[in-house]
């Protein structure tokens, strides 16, 4: 994924201005299906996270859904800077 720092920006943005922190957050992302990709996004969160998966009914993409308390819109944004290290994978 391309990390777009605009569009980071803006979501940390709107982060702040329309939620109260902490707060759970929920992050999408799809993913191929590979072990890998799914072990390096897994590996972005604590064991307290709640993460959820789905695959694709072609077997090649895993959508993921991960909720986590985070303290601040800019642990929100470290994270998707993170996760796109991962090779193809895609923020929603």
């Known amino acids: 994924m391309a990390?777009?720092?605009d569009f980071l920006s803006r979501l940390e943005i709107q982060l702040a201005q329309n939620s109260s922190w902490?707060?759970?957050?929920?992050?999408?992302?799809?993913?191929?299906?590979?072990?890998q990709?799914?072990?390096?996004?897994r590996s972005l969160f604590g064991e307290e996270s709640r993460l959820f998966t789905?695959?694709?009914?072609?077997?090649k993409y895993i959508s993921v859904t991960v909720k986590e308390?985070?303290?601040?819109?800019?642990?929100?944004?470290e994270r998707y800077r993170k996760a796109s290290a991962?090779?193809?994978i895609i923020a929603l």
């Open 54 to 59: 789905r695959h694709s009914s072609g077997g």
């Open 86 to 88: 991962i090779e193809g």
């Open 69 to 77: 308390m985070m303290i601040d819109p800019a642990e929100v944004i």
């Open 22 to 35: 902490p707060s759970v957050y929920m992050f999408k992302f799809i993913i191929p299906e590979s072990n």
């Open 37 to 41: 990709g799914y072990a390096l996004l």
């Open 3 to 5: 990390i777009n720092e």
